[in-house]
C-alpha cells in the first residue's frame, strides 16, 4: 500500500444545506446556525429533551465537523424521523451483534470495502508502519463527556498495559517483530502509533465486527482504577458488586462491545437503557451521534431499537406473524418458505442476500486432536483428499440449497479479485473409486463385519463429527455425508452440542473432526489479513493448538510442525511485511492454491442466500447486498442509522 491520507471530504458550504425541511426535523434556531449560515436539525424526541433543560441543543452535540453521509453516490434517500426496530436475539450475550450493525468505527469499509474514516475526521498511513489519527472537534461519548486522545491514552497505559487488567498485556495484532508500537499524542485530537517494521494488519483490525481497541471511555472509567480513585472506596464498590476485586470490577464495567453495562458511555448510534439481563432490552439514540445526512439531520433517524430475547426455533415464526421490523441473524434458506407465506398478511417483505462464506456445510479435521492415530491420519494430505472426493456435492446442492449453489472447495467467492476456478475445483469433484484408492494407499483395507474400515490399532474408522446443535442446517448436511462416506467404508457419527463447549473442546484438542461453515470472509481484498488460511487463530476448527501458540507468542498450544502448515505460516509472514497492494495479492492466491491443494478444510457448496426480514415501510435499505459477518459486519457496512419509515 502506498502511503495515503483519506479524510471524509467534507466541508460545511454547499454540503448542509437547509432546502426544504423533512415535516418530522426540526431546525435549531438562528443563534445555533453554523458559521457560514447553515444549520443542523435535529429529531422531535430530542427537541423534546432539549425544550425540557435535558439536553443541550444539536448543534452543541455534534462535532464541529460530523460526519456528513453521503446519500447521492449510494441512491439513499432523505428520512424522516421516528419509530422504532424490533428485532430478535437469541440470549443476551447476542447483544453484541448491535454493536456490530451499529457499526461506529475509527476507520470502517464503505459498502465498496473501501477503508474510510467514521470516528477519525481523517488519518494518514506510511508504508503500513505509522498511523495518525485526527479525531473530531467537539465529538463527545453518549454521555457528553469529549472524546478526545485522553481516551486513547486512558487505554492504552491503563488498560491494556497494566498487568491487572490485561495479563497478557496488548493483544497479538499490536505486536511487530517482537515489539509493541511506539504511541504518541501529538495534540488533544491526534494519535500516532508507529512501527519499525510494516503492519498491514492494523487499519483492517480497526474496521471488523469486533475492531481492535484504541480508546475507552476514561473520564467514566477512571472511577473504577485504582491509579484514579482510593483503594478502600474501589474495595468496598467490588465487595457491593460481589466480585474479586477493583480489576475484575473494572472489567466487568469497561463494557466497549458486549452492551452488558448499560452505564458505559457509547459512541454507537443507539445506547441500552434497560439493564440486563432481561426479556427485551431498550435502546434509544444517541443524543451525540457523530453522523448527519447531506441536509444537516443529526443520525439516526430511528428513535429506538427493541430488542427481544427468543428462542433461535421461533425466529420464522415470529417474523411470520410480523414481530420483528429488521431481522436476518437466525433465519436460513430453509426459513424462505414460512417467511414468503406471512408477507401478504403482515407488513414485511423477504430480501434474499448472497451470504459471503466460502462454504456453507464445512468439515474440519482437527490436525492438533489430542489421539496420536487420529492425528496422523488427519494429517496425512491423502485421507483428507479422499474424504472430500468420497462427498456428492451436487445432492448436496439440490437438497439443501435448491440446486441454487456453487459446489466446491471453502474458497473466495468469484466476485473476490482473488477469486481462481481451481481455488473452487481441485480435489472437489465427486469420485469415490479415487476415494478409495487413497484410503486403501494408507493401509486402512482391513473391514469389519459391516465393511467399515478399521484404523491401524483396530479400531473402528468411525469419525467423530461435532457440530452446534443450534445449526440445524448443518447437521442436515451431516445425515447425507454420512451416506456418501459409508460408500467409502468410513462411519460418521454426528455429536451435536452447545457451541461454547464446542469451541472449548477443540481448544483442548479432543475433537477429532467439527462440522461448521466455511470462511467467514469469502469476499477479500488483498489489504486484508488472510488470517482464515493460516494457523495464526485458535478458534480454527482444523489447528485450535498451532493458533494458540501464535495468538500466545509461544506461551501455549504448539508450534506448528507440519511442512504445508509451515508454508502457510512462511507466506503469512511474508504477506505481514508486505507494503505494496501487488505484493499482498500475490500473497493471497499462493495461500488460496495451498488451501485447496492441502484439503485442510472441506468444502462442500457456497452461495446460499440469507433471508432478511424487512418492514415495507422502512427506507434506504437495499435491496441486494453481500451478507456476512466479516467484512460486512452484518448489516454494519450499510449504516442502518440512515435507514428510516416511510409515512
Known amino acids: 500500500m502506498a502511503d495515503s491520507t483519506h479524510s471524509d471530504g467534507v466541508t460545511r458550504r454547499g454540503v448542509l444545506k437547509t432546502g426544504l425541511a423533512v415535516a418530522a426535523a426540526v431546525v435549531v434556531r438562528p443563534e445555533k446556525a453554523l458559521a457560514d449560515g447553515l444549520q443542523f436539525q435535529e429529531s422531535p424526541m430530542m427537541a423534546e429533551r432539549v425544550a425540557k433543560g435535558e439536553a443541550p441543543p444539536v448543534f452543541d452535540r455534534l462535532p464541529t465537523r460530523p460526519l456528513v453521509a453521503d446519500f447521492a453516490s449510494r441512491n439513499r434517500s432523505i428520512g424522516r424521523y421516528g419509530g422504532e426496530i424490533r428485532t430478535l436475539i437469541a440470549k443476551t450475550r447476542d447483544l453484541r451483534y448491535m454493536s456490530a450493525n451499529g457499526y461506529t468505527r475509527l476507520v470502517g469499509y464503505d459498502e465498496n470495502l473501501r477503508l474510510q474514516p467514521d470516528l477519525a475526521e481523517s488519518y494518514e498511513q506510511k508504508d503500513n508502519r505509522i498511523f495518525t489519527f485526527r479525531l473530531r472537534r467537539g465529538h463527545r461519548w453518549s454521555d457528553g463527556q469529549p472524546f478526545t486522545t485522553e481516551d486513547f491514552r486512558y487505554y492504552w497505559e491503563d488498560i491494556a498495559r497494566q498487568k491487572d487488567l490485561s495479563p497478557n498485556g496488548p493483544q497479538e495484532v499490536f505486536v511487530v517483530d517482537g515489539k509493541l508500537p511506539r504511541f504518541d499524542i501529538l495534540d488533544d485530537l491526534t494519535v500516532r502509533y508507529e512501527w519499525d517494521a510494516p503492519n498491514p494488519r492494523f487499519l483492517p483490525a480497526l474496521a471488523l465486527p469486533r475492531p481492535l481497541r484504541l480508546f475507552a471511555p476514561s473520564r467514566y472509567l477512571r472511577g473504577f482504577h485504582v491509579r484514579y480513585t482510593d483503594k478502600e472506596k474501589l474495595d468496598r464498590m467490588a465487595a457491593r458488586a460481589k466480585v474479586k476485586g477493583w480489576a475484575t470490577l473494572h472489567n466487568r464495567l469497561d463494557d466497549d462491545y458486549d452492551y452488558s453495562n448499560p452505564d458505559a458511555p457509547t459512541l454507537n448510534p443507539w445506547r441500552l437503557m434497560t439493564p440486563p439481563p ?221 457451541r461454547g463447549i464446542l469451541r472449548q473442546r477443540s481448544y483442548a484438542g479432543q475433537t477429532v473432526m467439527v462440522a461448521s461453515t466455511g470462511l467467514d470472509n469469502a469476499v477479500p481484498t488483498p489489504l486484508m489479513p488472510p488470517t482464515e488460511l493460516a494457523p495464526v487463530r485458535q478458534e480454527h476448527y482444523s489447528w485450535p493448538k498451532w493458533g494458540q501458540w501464535f495468538e500466545t507468542l509461544g506461551r501455549s498450544g504448539e508450534k506448528p510442525d507440519d511442512p504445508a502448515a509451515e508454508k502457510l505460516m512462511a507466506l503469512y509472514d511474508k504477506w505481514l511485511k508486505t507494503t505494496h497492494e501487488d505484493m499482498s495479492a500475490a500473497i493471497w492466491k499462493d495461500m488460496l492454491a495451498l488451501q485447496a491443494e492441502q484439503q485442510f478444510t472441506i468444502g462442500t457448496v457456497a452461495g446460499e442466500l440469507q433471508p432478511i426480514v424487512v418492514n415495507k415501510r422502512m427506507r434506504n435499505m437495499p435491496e441486494k447486498a453481500m451478507f456476512s459477518w466479516e467484512p460486512t459486519s452484518l448489516l454494519g457496512v450499510y449504516r442502518i442509522d440512515e435507514f428510516y419509515y416511510e409515512a
Not at 285 to 291: A, I, K, M, T
Not at 418 to 441: C, S, V
Request: proline share 6%.
Open 278 to 498: 432481561a426479556s427485551r432490552m431498550v435502546f434509544e439514540r444517541n443524543p451525540f451521534f457523530h453522523r448527519v445526512d447531506p441536509e444537516g439531520r443529526q443520525l439516526p433517524y430511528i428513535d429506538r431499537a427493541l430488542v427481544d430475547v427468543a428462542s433461535p426455533g421461533l425466529f420464522p415464526a415470529k417474523a411470520n406473524a410480523g414481530e420483528v421490523d429488521l431481522q436476518a441473524r437466525g433465519l436460513s434458506m430453509n426459513d424462505v418458505p414460512v417467511l414468503k407465506e406471512g408477507e401478504a398478511a403482515q407488513n414485511y417483505r423477504t430480501l434474499l442476500w448472497p451470504y459471503a462464506r466460502g462454504s456453507v456445510y464445512t468439515l474440519y479435521p482437527n490436525l492438533n486432536t489430542n489421539d496420536p492415530v487420529w492425528r496422523k491420519l488427519n494429517r496425512d494430505v491423502r485421507y483428507r483428499r479422499a474424504l472430500s472426493a468420497a462427498i456428492d456435492r451436487r445432492i448436496l446442492n439440490n437438497a439443501l440449497l435448491f440446486g441454487l449453489g456453487v459446489e466446491g472447495n471453502n474458497t473466495v467467492m468469484k466476485s473476490s479479485p482473488l477469486y481462481a476456478d481451481e481455488f473452487r475445483t481441485q480435489f472437489a469433484g465427486y469420485d469415490p473409486e479415487f476415494a478409495n484408492a487413497m484410503l486403501d494407499e494408507l493401509g486402512l483395507t482391513a473391514r469389519d463385519s459391516n465393511s467399515i474400515r478399521l484404523l491401524p490399532d483396530g479400531r473402528v474408522l468411525e469419525i467423530v463429527v461435532e457440530v452446534d446443535g443450534e445449526s440445524t442446517d448443518i447437521v442436515d448436511a451431516l445425515e447425507l455425508i454420512t451416506e456418501f462416506w459409508r460408500d467409502v467404508g468410513v462411519k460418521l457419527f454426528m455429536k451435536p452440542q452447545d
